[in-house]
């Protein structure tokens, strides 16, 4: 038998603020050749968008992000530092999508992340509600993508890359709003993925459970039971009555989900296409 031993090095660096992350303080060393590529993030000055961007400028993209105003532009490039720049548009309109075309008209990596969420009973959820989560989290990737895709094909190389949720799957009965928009995002990803076929072109979804957000905070607490309580009894209680089957029982640290969206972004994830991968702390019990 023949026995190939590959040496990963792992290099212990500064440790990082990232406070229960499994990846504070780890540098890798994996090159995934995203030198030569230009990503655009929607949603990208705080969060899950922010620290996507922060990844792929670390594995050296070249980094365009999408948000509302300049300010929160500026303060989310000044974080990043050099590599990123920004693009202000309101993609929760469809003529908001036209700064973008304009400012970056193609790319290599599309991350479609912007998503917002709010608890609300099913009764108090007006037409309104539901009209606009789904024009913000699902229009915006649609118009997104149907620029973008086209042109990845032409080139024969590109990444579309849906941020979902767990929620897509468990629809979560104080947000059903939200849960729809996440599952009509998994139907877009797989559907725009089979038009793929033959081409180095992929499409597909990441699913974050509760993750680290300015909105997941704000979230929690409005679901919390003593709205005084601390950070942490919050986010404990929101484990035990909320989310008890997460194996993590904490939330996610942005950086935790940025790295699988990098890979999914490089070209060494060639044969994960069409995908839907979790990355929720073990909380869906479901095996596959
Ligand atoms: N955090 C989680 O626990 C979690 C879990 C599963 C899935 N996700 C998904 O991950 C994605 C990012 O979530 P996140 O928690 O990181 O986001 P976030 O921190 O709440 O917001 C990210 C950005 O979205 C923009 N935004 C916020 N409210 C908006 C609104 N009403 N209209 C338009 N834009 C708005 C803001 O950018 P500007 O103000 O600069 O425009 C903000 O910086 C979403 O698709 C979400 O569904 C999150």
Not at 62 to 70: A, D, F, L
Not at 131 to 146: D, E
């Amino acid at each position: 038998m023949l026995l190939i031993v590959v040496p990963i090095r792992i290099t212990l660096g500064e440790p990082s603020r990232c406070c229960g992350s499994a990846l504070a303080g780890i540098q890798r060393n994996m090159d995934l050749q995203l030198q030569d590529k230009t990503a655009l993030i929607t949603g990208a000055t705080a969060g899950i968008g922010l620290a996507i961007a922060q990844e792929l400028v670390r594995e050296g993209a070249r980094v365009v992000i999408v948000g509302r105003t300049r300010d929160k532009i500026d303060q989310a490039i000044a974080e990043i530092g050099p590599g990123v720049v920004g693009i202000v548009a309101d993609l929760t309109t469809a003529p908001g999508s036209d700064p973008v075309f304009a400012a970056a008209p193609l790319v290599d990596i599309l991350v479609n992340n912007l998503g917002i969420y709010e608890p609300k009973p099913f009764v108090d959820i007006a037409d309104e509600d539901w009209l606009r989560l789904f024009q913000t989290n699902v229009m915006s990737g649609v118009r997104l993508s149907r620029h973008y895709l086209p042109g990845m094909l032409q080139r024969n190389w590109g990444r579309i890359i849906f941020i979902s949720s767990e929620s897509a799957v468990m629809t979560p009965p104080e947000m059903i709003h939200y849960g729809m928009t996440k599952s009509a995002q998994l139907a877009i990803s797989r559907g725009l993925a089979e038009t793929t076929k033959g081409t180095a072109v992929t499409v597909n979804t990441v699913m974050p459970g509760p993750t680290r957000s300015e909105g997941i905070v704000s979230f929690l607490r409005q679901m919390a039971s003593d709205p005084a309580a601390t950070d942490a009894a919050v986010e404990a209680e929101f484990f035990s009555k909320h989310r008890s089957s997460s194996l993590l029982q904490r939330l996610i640290e942005g950086r935790e989900i940025a790295t699988t969206v990098a890979y999914l972004a490089s070209p060494l994830s060639a044969a994960t296409n069409g995908a839907a991968l979790r990355v929720e702390g073990g909380l869906l019990r479901s095996i596959v």
